[in-house]
């Protein structure tokens, strides 16, 4: 099956790019405005078709020998004209599929009614009319989601944001719209399988789990991370003071943040029952697995596997663009080792901690390791299984080995009791030794005592990097 991928740099794209590749009958084009923004290491195993939606004739050479095609663009970066650019790219795309003999497109779009719907929702709508409106020509298959959960996307952000820093909300009172949310996996999910199913002519599937308001939304997510919190509607927030308010919480930006609160204003539900009848397979997550599985993969992507390795940097090329910076907090101090061998440096790197010291301000060290024990933590009571080497598991003073690539890296998570998760990472990069912490905050007090401890952080990671090069000299 020849598939064409449009939008593969954008949110949703770049994840169904992936899942499409484990189809090996799959053989995969993607179409992009450019081409250096795909993840580097890809390019051998998929075609690269460098084009713009908006420009008629490089969608038709695009499309040429093309069976499936994914519409997963939206213009609204492109200013207050959006719509109007909106349209002209679904019907580009319609008519270049129709001319190539395209066998199917499948279009993922917003939820909700036409008439009570926001601007930008009105545009998704039109965008699946125009793409579904020749069915006696091309086959369509119209996915239409409300809230997407999963790492990363602006409702889910904007949700761990505004749960994590407000014990108490004053919202707008239409955070009691109905909604229907549904899982990242799930939406994949549903895109993966839509190119296969048995279908006539052109459907649209609604798609969504459990309905809620965007109050239950946040109070569940609340739940889930352990925190608790209050929700207080007032009636006098208007959508733009709302959307200032959340870029100013959030990492979302203004336009996105705004098209998102007044899309909160009508319910964008379920309208009929497509996904069950054509999807039978695919039984949504619950919401708060949904939310669940966001956060874990915010650990695993920007810490536990953020590692580049030379075969494919995709995670790092993830984490840059993601709207996910601001999730885990850094501070990291280099080194450069110089003509010494990377591993003679790794090598004190693998004996840190224990009866072999921290290299820098063992004082600090031990004081901290007193002041956990009193919090019921481990403190430093644990020490190390070997004197010099390390494996994956073990327990070393306060921390466990998370990750060890022989002089490469040693990645450790904290055990010690913070409002938060922590790690704290080695790296060897070149002739450099980068020592970095990275910190998952837990509510108010985590960022409290991030900013707490930087100094500190400051303080001993520069010390420590030149004491563990120092000894690997000797
Ligand atoms: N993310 C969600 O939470 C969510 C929820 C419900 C529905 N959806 C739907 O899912 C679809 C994909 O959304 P998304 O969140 O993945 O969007 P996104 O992250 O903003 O990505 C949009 C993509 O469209 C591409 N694009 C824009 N204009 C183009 C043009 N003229 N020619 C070629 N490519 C163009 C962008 O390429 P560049 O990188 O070159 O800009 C980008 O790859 C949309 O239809 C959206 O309505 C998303």
């Given amino acids: 099956m020849n598939v064409l991928l449009t939008g593969a740099t954008g949110y949703i794209g770049r994840r169904l790019q992936e899942k499409l590749l484990s189809d090996k009958s799959v053989r995969l084009r993607l179409f992009v ?12 195993h998929i075609e690269l078709f460098e084009g713009n939606a908006l420009d008629e004739g490089s969608v038709r050479k695009g499309l040429v020998g093309i069976d499936v095609a994914y519409y997963l663009i939206h213009s609204m970066g492109a200013g207050a004209d959006y719509e109007k650019l909106d349209r002209l790219s679904a019907q580009n795309f319609l008519d270049a599929c129709i001319d190539n003999k395209v066998k199917r497109i499948i279009y993922l ?17 039109e965008t699946g009319e125009i793409l579904s409106s020749r069915p006696d020509l091309i086959q369509s298959v119209w996915l239409r989601a409300g809230v997407i959960i999963g790492s990363g996307s602006a409702s889910f952000e904007i949700i761990r944001h505004l749960v994590q820093k407000l014990p108490v909300m004053t919202t707008p009172k239409w955070v009691r719209t109905q909604t229907q949310p549904v899982g990242v996996g799930d939406v994949l999910e549903y895109l993966f399988q839509a190119k296969d199913v048995p279908i006539e002519g052109s459907i649209a599937v609604d798609i969504g789990a459990e309905k809620m308001s965007f109050k239950d939304m946040l109070l ?13 509607p007032i009636p006098f927030l208007s959508p733009r003071l709302s959307s200032f308010w959340l870029k100013l919480m959030t ?28 999807f039978p397979r695919i039984n949504p997550l619950s919401y708060e ?26 995670t790092c090329d993830i984490e840059g663009q993601d709207r996910l910076e601001s999730a885990v907090y850094r ?51 644990r020490g190390r299984r070997d004197p010099n080497k390390l494996r994956i598991g073990d327990s070393l003073d ?22 938060g998760k922590a790690w704290l990472e080695f790296s060897i990069e070149g002739s450099r030794l980068i020592v970095a912490a990275h910190y998952y905050p837990k509510g108010l007090w985590g960022r409290l005592y991030w900013y707490l401890t930087k100094p500190l952080h400051m303080l001993i990671f520069p010390d420590m990097t030149r004491g563990i090069i120092k000894k690997a000299k000797f």
Wanted: with cysteine; hydrophobic share 40%; glycine share 8%.
């Fill in 33 to 44: 405005r450019n081409a250096r923004k795909v993840q580097a290491g890809l390019e051998d």
């Fill in 109 to 125: 779009g917003g939820l909700g009614k036409k008439d009570t719907a926001s601007k930008h929702l009105r545009s998704r709508l």
């Fill in 220 to 232: 569940r997510a609340a739940r889930v991370m352990g925190l608790k919190r209050t929700i207080i």
């Fill in 251 to 278: 990492p979302v930006p203004f336009p996105i943040a705004k098209a998102l609160i007044q899309g909160l204003r009508s319910e964008t539900t379920v309208q009929n029952d497509n996904a069950r009848r054509y």
């Fill in 289 to 314: 697995d949904s939310f669940r599985t966001a956060i874990d993969e915010i650990e695993g992507n920007q810490v536990i596997s953020r590692w580049c390795d030379s075969s494919a940097q995709k």
């Fill in 331 to 381: 501070e990291k101090a280099s080194f450069d080792f110089g003509a010494l061998p990377a591993e003679a440096v790794f090598s004190v790197v693998e004996s840190i901690g224990g009866d072999n010291g921290w290299f820098t301000y063992d004082w600090l060290w031990r004081m901290r390791g007193f002041i956990d024990i009193l919090f019921a933590g481990p403190g430093l009571s």
């Fill in 398 to 419: 306060f921390w466990k080995v998370v990750d060890l690539k022989p002089d490469k890296r040693l990645l450790l998570v904290n055990q010690m009791k913070v409002p």
